[in-house]
């Protein structure tokens, strides 16, 4: 298994390509990724997802995000369909309504979908999700079809 604890020049260990896109950009410590926005990371040439999930994780173990995103202290997981899904809740305590659920597009994850969550999380609850081999939520031995999804998600609000 990976360390990804250890520091190298303020951020925790990242590979080589990501460390010198990152230096390239002028940032030199986690703390300056609360500025930045990860969409603008990952057009950085030699930052990859592996990265990004690293950095991101970082950042949220020490209660932050990158500029523009909120950390969701409300996640969880689910064993459904033989995968550990990952899920968190936005907006307005559960209520009778039936939660409104959204979700990313390809090579994404929930945190992605922030500018609409914001928009509607002071008028219903949210659940995010993040989808088989994205996000929080590891891959396992299946293909990614849209079919598996749903029932995924369909397995989680039940």
Do not use: W
């Not at 990242?14 to 990860?38: F, T």
């Not at 991101?56 to 950390?71: C, H, I, M, S, W």
């Amino acid at each position: 298994m990976t360390n990804h604890t250890a520091q190298v020049d303020g951020f925790p260990k990242i590979g080589a390509p990501a460390l010198r896109a990152l230096n390239s950009a002028g940032y030199h410590s986690l703390e300056e990724l609360v500025k930045v926005r990860e969409a603008d990371l990952a057009k950085l040439h030699g930052m990859g997802p592996k990265a990004l999930g690293i950095l991101r994780d970082a950042l949220a173990a020490k209660g932050l995000a990158f500029a523009g995103e909120q950390v969701s202290n409300q996640g969880a997981y689910a064993e459904v369909n033989g995968i550990r899904l990952y899920y968190a809740y936005y907006g307005k305590p559960a209520s009778q309504e039936v939660p409104l659920v959204i979700l990313h597009g390809g090579l994404s994850r929930i945190e992605m979908m922030h500018e609409l969550i914001e928009a509607l999380e002071s008028e219903r609850t949210i659940i995010g999700v993040d989808l088989q081999a994205h996000g929080r939520t590891a891959d396992i031995d299946r293909p990614i079809r849209y079919p598996s999804c749903a029932d995924d998600i369909g397995g989680l609000i039940q």
